[in-house]
């Protein structure tokens, strides 16, 4: 399956304890993106790459949450001291392309349940 | 706030009749449209878009049209079929990358 993957699946964790989740993209995809849905809503975005370089950061993102893509490629977003408020399905997706219109592939997500 | 609201949260229709989901957005910006599909455990797939300076956009049973004067999108979907039954989101673009999506409305398609 050469789909956007993403790791876990699932996760519950105690409130203050720092989680980190993986995204794989289609490979070559330059373009990675990270979303976040909560219940009973649209998916928000969080931040974007283009390779490496994060260029933007929604103001949703807090000193707490931090996004890397060394190379490139995978990306990981890491939220240190979790709060209740963080429990969310987190999405990643991926494009090809410089674009303004390139479709976006969606991975799976990760669920996340903060206790 | 919410930019793209999707107001009915569910519908229910019966196996090959039409299918009308609604989309209204505030921001005068958006000039790219989406419809994004996503089943149970499965991450939003891209299903149809339209641009601003089109009114309709068709593919299969899937038709998208776009009345920019009223902020309103529609998807209809002729005939509906059980494999579509699923959530439908109404996603939009900016003058950026981001897509600002609706909150989604839940279609249950009846045998």
């Not at chain 2, 419809?35 to 891209?46: M, N, S, V």
């Not at chain 2, 300076?53 to 529609?74: P, Q, Y």
Request: charged share 20%.
């Amino acid at each position: 399956d050469t789909g956007v993957s993403q790791n876990p699946r699932h996760k519950i964790t105690k409130r203050g304890q720092n989680v980190t989740f993986r995204c794989d993209p289609i490979s070559e995809h330059n373009r990675l993106y990270w979303y976040r849905q909560t219940l009973g809503q649209g998916p928000e975005f969080l931040t974007y790459f283009q390779n490496e370089a994060q260029l933007e950061k929604s103001r949703l993102l807090s000193d707490r949450f931090s996004a890397e893509r060394p190379k490139g490629s995978f990306s990981t977003l890491e939220i240190q001291r979790t709060e209740q408020g963080d429990s969310a399905m987190y999405l990643c997706a991926s494009s090809l392309g410089t674009g303004r219109y390139n479709e976006q592939f969606f991975g799976p997500g990760t669920r996340l349940t903060v206790l | 706030d919410q930019q793209v609201k999707q107001n009915s949260p569910s519908l229910s229709v019966q196996e090959g009749r039409i299918s009308i989901l609604n989309c209204d957005y505030t921001n005068s910006m958006f000039d790219y449209f989406l419809w994004y599909k996503k089943y149970p455990a499965e991450g939003p797939t891209f299903l149809i878009s339209i641009s601003s300076i089109k009114d309709k956009n068709e593919d299969g049973r899937f038709t998208v049209f776009l009345n920019k004067s009223a902020k309103h999108l529609s998807l209809h979907i002729v005939p509906s079929q059980p494999g579509d039954s699923a959530v439908y989101f109404c996603a939009a673009i900016a003058n950026d990358y981001k897509l600002s999506f609706g909150a989604g409305t839940t279609v249950t398609v009846r045998a």
